[in-house]
């Protein structure tokens, strides 16, 4: 792109918003996320989305005499969208002098980050667990979930570093992403800007709409305690034993253990090697699959 007398015109600053957004895009496609592992996805189409049906474990039975209805329980529960965004200027002299180059990777990193945002506001949601309201009324990790005349436990106690551990196999998940509107990539660019008649200052950045809450409890476990074999065989036998309302198993069977990065060879000698430090045979081997989320700690 060449620069004629000192000017920077229309055509030169849509180029510049063309490639800046494929950039931005690129970077979106290649990001990995860990999100999908642990959380619905939930299209939303308005600003607060309901959840009432929460709760139901719908289950077959025998057919005897007329139909059995179960019912959706209302809760009550609902997730509202938040708004976020992520902004970065490009200096009109950068421009002039050619230098556009030097905003590649700023570009692409707020793509990236755009993409890792869900990731991050899960990571807060589940160390909230313990202090925060799920559907039942309860904190989402808690000892006195409700069920049937009875109560269950989802938390292990303990007073160290907290790992979880989830049923990821059904079509709910324990957490969920709401997603109102995916990440765009859009400028304030025009030369009759203020900023860039005042500051000389292009701008360019991100915005989307959306927000994460509490899936099912009953898909869910964590612990505080030190993560071992020990514990972690007392996390699984819980939330195997899982039953509805009326005593029915729910067939939980853990598959994912999550955790930061500070227990990272805690997870791994439990779920990856094939023989503890004694020497004799892991019967954890392979039972979940270990996820390090980076932004636990």
């Not at 709910?172 to 900023?195: G, W």
């Not at 039953?243 to 198993?249: A, E, F, Q, S, Y």
């Not at 892991?282 to 699959?289: L, Q």
Request: proline residues 5%; aromatic residues 12%; negative net charge.
């Amino acid at each position: 792109m060449s620069i004629v007398k000192g000017t920077i015109t229309a055509a030169m600053l849509a180029s510049i918003y063309k490639t800046n957004s494929a950039l931005f895009n690129q970077a979106m496609e290649i990001t990995q996320v860990y999100w999908p592992a642990f959380a619905s996805l939930a299209p939303s189409t308005s600003k607060t989305q309901d959840y009432a049906w929460l709760g139901a474990f719908p289950m077959l039975r025998e057919w005897l005499g007329d139909r059995v209805l179960q019912n959706l329980m209302l809760h009550g529960y609902s997730i509202t969208n938040k708004d976020y965004e992520g902004t970065i200027e490009i200096d009109r002299n950068d421009i002039l002098d050619d230098n556009i180059g030097v905003y590649k990777s700023p570009i692409q990193e707020l793509g990236r980050s755009s993409k890792v945002h869900p990731d991050y506001l899960l990571a807060g949601l589940l160390a909230a667990g313990f202090t925060t309201i799920c559907y039942d009324g309860q904190y989402f990790f808690d000892t006195d979930h409700p069920v049937g005349s009875s109560t269950v436990s989802n938390y292990g106690g303990g007073a160290g570093t907290a790992w979880y551990l989830f049923d990821t196999s059904r079509f709910i998940k324990p957490l969920i992403y709401q997603e109102r509107q995916s990440p765009q990539f859009v400028a304030m660019d025009s030369i009759t800007d203020e900023n860039v008649f005042m500051r000389k200052k292009y701008r360019y950045g991100v915005d989307y709409r959306g927000n994460v809450g509490y899936g099912l409890w009953q898909l869910a476990y964590a612990s505080k305690d030190t993560l071992d074999a020990t514990n972690y065989a007392a996390a699984r036998s819980a939330m195997m034993a899982f039953k509805n309302d009326n005593g029915v198993p729910l067939g939980i069977m853990p598959d994912l253990l999550v955790y930061p990065p500070s227990l990272d060879g805690n997870a791994r000698e439990i779920l990856l090697a094939e023989r503890n430090q004694a020497g004799a045979t892991n019967v954890y081997y392979n039972t979940a699959k270990p996820l390090c989320l980076p932004w636990l700690s």
